[in-house]
């Protein structure tokens, strides 16, 4: 990857989050506490885990004519982020998560898309030159499928590297994966897309190597607490992550992706730039909340050097 700007394509909401012991049964009501509402959206918070994490980047979304669609569009600013490509659209609410994260930090959430349907392929012609002088496009599955689709089109007929996450977890046309360098999916986003369940090195060594057949040079499968399966060019091993206490794990998949690809686009060799994406990880779920938890690069940089000390 040649050294250069980064563009996210992708969600924005606002997350509603509550604490509670369990995860209630149907027809249960648990008690929960530590209510919170704090920005995020996969899109949102890999484009704040790159802009605080060092990279030149633009981020192509859409937020509704709301107030906290205008609150979202400065705090995304004042992340080292470009939001000239972020709109407000009429008559539309901002994206909406409702979030419940247990006792073990585990998590479950719902989404209304709001805004995020707007992100349609026409909306994407106004802002494509963004992708055309790009080194990098980042996305996941929050957006319209054929608007992803579309910006893969674009980035991949100028040699623009493509990285996709395909979260959440969906099965996925061909005519997308061909045109895909890199892709980092979790075990169920691995499983989804390959029909292999990924419980141990072996099945993910299986996966890699089917997402490899439809013409992905890179995949990255995301482990949890125990790193990631890389492989390249068919050969596999695992990158291991670093061991933290989690408090909540929203948003850790986002901040691994954020600051990956601007490790990358600094040259660094992917085993270095996998690590300093497990750095950031490992520091997001130790704080609550999505884009609250993301570090910034100083942040990240401290922690390497403490274990490295």
């Not at 349609?120 to 055309?132: A, F, M, N, S, V």
């Not at 969906?170 to 980092?184: F, H, S, W, Y």
């Not at 986003?189 to 057949?213: C, P, Q, S, W, Y």
């Not at 990358?264 to 490992?282: P, Q, T, V, W």
Request: charged letters at 25%; hydrophobic letters at 45%.
């Amino acid at each position: 990857m040649k050294t250069g700007k980064l563009v996210v394509l992708g969600s924005i909401n606002a997350d509603h989050i509550l604490n509670i012991n369990h995860f209630p049964q149907p027809g249960e009501t648990v008690i929960g506490k530590q209510y919170t509402v704090a920005f995020g959206g996969k899109g949102a918070n890999q484009a704040v885990a790159a802009g605080r994490s060092g990279a030149d980047i633009s981020f192509i979304a859409c937020v509704g004519d709301d107030d906290i669609g205008e609150r979202v569009r400065k705090q995304l600013a004042s992340d080292r982020i470009d939001t000239q490509p972020i709109e407000a659209i009429k008559d539309s609410t901002t994206g909406v998560a409702l979030i419940f994260v247990n006792a073990e930090g585990e998590n479950v959430i719902g989404i209304d898309a709001g805004a995020n349907k707007a992100v349609t392929p026409e909306y994407l012609d106004r802002y494509k030159q963004q992708i055309i002088s790009a080194s990098a496009l980042l996305m996941q599955l929050e957006s319209p499928l054929e608007t992803v689709i579309a910006a893969a089109k674009i980035a991949k007929d100028n040699d623009t590297q493509v990285i996709l996450n395909p979260a959440p977890a969906c099965e996925l046309p061909d005519e997308l994966l061909a045109r895909v360098d890199m892709i980092t999916p979790n075990e169920t986003e691995a499983e989804k897309l390959t029909g292999i369940k990924v419980d141990n090195n072996e099945d993910a060594d299986r996966a890699a190597k089917v997402l490899h057949d439809k013409g992905i040079a890179t995949v990255i499968i995301t482990l949890g607490s125990k790193g990631v399966w890389l492989s390249q060019n068919g050969e596999g091993k695992l990158v291991a992550g670093f061991c933290v206490k989690a408090v909540d794990t929203i948003a850790a998949g986002d901040t691994f992706n954020g600051a990956l690809v601007t490790a990358l686009l600094e040259g660094k060799m992917m085993d270095c730039a996998i690590r300093f994406a497990h750095a950031a990880a490992a520091i997001a779920v130790t704080r609550p909340g999505a884009q609250p938890s993301v570090p910034w690069r100083k942040e990240i940089d401290d922690f390497l050097a403490q274990q490295e000390a």
